[in-house]
């Protein structure tokens, strides 16, 4: 850790919950919003990835839209256009991870430079942190729009390193995502991945440099690191 100038984080699942969605859906289709949630976050996943690889990109809201279709019509439920868009919006409303703020006020306090990169467009990202009140917490916001293809691809890590300032081996990387984390770490960066849910590490050739189960003990890492560097 004591080579750690900056941390970046991924958006989608690592400070903000995907799932939150689940309440709208449920809103507008009883007792299949959580159903709806899982297979809408499952497509749209999968539809970054298959754009990259045809060389098709779209912006993530047009890909979140064509999942919410996709998870809807799977699942036999009638979406009318405005009920698209309502739902569609819910990914600009989504709620932070409870360990997520009291973490992002700690590591901004100690001066410590933070950053987003996400498969998010620039307008997208930026909705979801200020409807959340967390805007200020960041130095940067990194869209994959300037490189036009999605995570896992090394362009969209490399964005780190010029708008970060810094290289690679300096910036933190933080992702719940096992595929972004092991993507990560095979760019550069020293990686911690964020396992909420106690699950297996994928087996793509790298690992995690850190592994916690929260944010807050990430924090604590950070911190005491620098703590132990002002006083040595």
Not at 149 to 157: D, E, I
């Amino acid at each position: 850790m004591k080579n750690i100038q900056s941390v970046v984080f991924d958006l989608y699942g690592t400070l903000y919950d995907v799932q939150s969605v689940s309440t709208a859906c449920e809103e507008a289709f009883p007792n299949m919003g959580d159903t709806i949630a899982t297979l809408w976050r499952q497509k749209q996943l999968e539809y970054t990835w298959l754009r990259s690889l045809m060389d098709r990109y779209v912006n993530f809201e047009n890909a979140t839209e064509d999942a919410l279709n996709y998870a809807c019509g799977y699942l036999g439920l009638k979406l009318d256009a405005t009920l698209h868009r309502s739902l569609s919006d819910a990914y600009l409303r989504l709620q932070p991870h409870s360990d997520t703020p009291d973490a992002l006020r700690r590591l901004h306090d100690a001066a410590l430079p933070l950053g987003i990169i996400s498969n998010g467009s620039t307008a997208s990202i930026s909705q979801v942190v200020e409807n959340s009140g967390l805007g200020w917490a960041f130095d940067q916001l990194i869209s994959v729009e300037s490189v036009q293809v999605f995570k896992p691809h090394s362009k969209v890590y490399a964005l780190a390193e010029t708008r970060m300032g810094l290289p690679r081996e300096n910036i933190l990387f933080v992702s719940s995502n096992a595929w972004d984390a092991t993507a990560a770490a095979h760019f550069g960066f020293p990686v911690c991945w964020v396992n909420r849910r106690n699950s297996v590490f994928d087996e793509m050739g790298a690992q995690p440099t850190y592994t916690v189960s929260h944010l807050e003990a990430l924090t604590d890492m950070l911190l005491e690191q620098r703590d132990a560097l002002h006083t040595a």
